[in-house]
């Protein structure tokens, strides 16, 4: 089984870009086979982000509505 622990971190001077740094949550987060979150506010702000990235990729798949 595959899990993945996601928490907030500080950004570093060397960090990836920003959409790097998404993505590899994004793809770490789909090869998982479970998500634990330290808190609720970064499991919130994990799936704004997520779907706010989604939102501007440009192979969003047309006429799927958001619930």
């Not at 740094?21 to 330290?38: H, K, P, R, T």
Request: aromatic share 8%; charged share 15%.
């Amino acid at each position: 089984m595959k899990v993945l622990l996601l928490s907030a971190y500080a950004a570093q001077s060397q960090q990836l870009s920003l959409l790097e740094a998404q993505m590899v949550s994004l793809y770490s987060a789909l090869a998982a086979d479970c998500i634990l979150f330290n808190s609720t506010y970064n499991m919130d702000s994990f799936l704004a982000g997520c779907s706010a990235l989604l939102d501007k990729l440009p192979d969003r798949v047309p006429g799927v509505q958001d619930s």
